[in-house]
T-cell receptor, first 115, second 117 residues
Framework: NAGVMQNPRHLVRRRGQEARLRCSPM?????VYWYRQLPEEGLKFMVY????????ESGMPKERFSAEFPKEGPSILRIQQVVRGDSAAYFC?????????????FGNGTRLTVT | AQTVTQSQPEMSVQEAETVTLSCTYD???????LFWYKQPPSRQMILVIR??????QNATENRFSVNFQKAAKSFSLKISDSQLGDAAMYFC??????????????FGTGTRLTIIP
């Protein structure tokens, strides 16, 4: 049973370009969470999605950031017109959503570097 | 809103010795869950141990144990017989129990643990 898969592992973008980060949850998991980790900091919650629905986006910046989790395919975190401050590691985690207190399983993250 | 504080940015311990990492949190809720995650240089987030707030007994996983003091809102991690493979960033995390299905975690800023051979 493969774990949470994130790709790419590393992504370099120039200022103003778009970044698309992908996350395939563990098999059987219908809940996906995105976190951002700035250098030497903890993970900050961004958004929680279920299939085709955004449940909690309280941690998402209001502009340039969007996330989706379509019925088919991976979850996508999209950052438009990237700026240097977007450079960070972005983690995806998944959970079953059907078991109380089911643990989050994390991917290995995507490190985004904006030049 | 809940907050999690790790006041030790860095800690070091001699191999085979015991080390304790501190974590405090602030919440107005009575039911919640606490976690310790380990992040080695590979960046993978690995669940080390978790504690349900309604349980008085401290959780234990092999060499890892916690000291959960609910009244003091303190949740420290003790690593016994430290090994070189324990070197990593350690994050304390909080999850509310109020929303079924929402596993959102609030993390502390982490403690970097170095093991001295």
């Amino acid at each position: 049973n493969a774990g949470v898969m994130q790709n790419p592992r590393h992504l370099v973008r120039r200022r103003g370009q778009e970044a698309r980060l992908r996350c395939s949850p563990m098999k059987g998991h219908s809940h996906v969470y995105w976190y951002r980790q700035l250098p030497e900091e903890g993970l900050k919650f961004m958004v929680y999605l279920q299939k085709e629905n955004i449940i909690d986006e309280s941690g998402m910046p209001k502009e340039r950031f969007s996330a989706e989790f379509p019925k088919e395919g991976p979850s996508i975190l999209r950052i438009q017109q990237v700026v240097r401050g977007d450079s960070a590691a972005y983690f995806c985690a998944s959970a079953t959503g059907t078991v109380y207190n089911s643990p989050l399983h994390f991917g290995n993250g995507t490190r985004l570097t904006v030049t | 809103a809940q907050t999690v504080t790790q006041s030790q940015p860095e800690m070091s311990v001699q191999e085979a010795e015991t080390v304790t990492l501190s974590c405090t949190y602030d919440t107005s809720e009575s039911d919640y869950y606490l976690f310790w995650y380990k992040q080695p240089p590979s960046r993978q987030m690995i669940l080390v141990i978790r504690q349900e707030a309604y349980k008085q007994q401290n959780a234990t996983e092999n060499r890892f144990s916690v000291n959960f003091q609910k009244a003091a809102k303190s949740f420290s991690l003790k690593i016994s017989d430290s090994q070189l493979g324990d070197a990593a960033m350690y994050f304390c995390a909080y999850r509310s129990a109020s929303n079924f299905g929402n596993e959102k975690l609030t993390f502390g800023t982490g403690t970097r643990l170095t093991i001295i051979p």
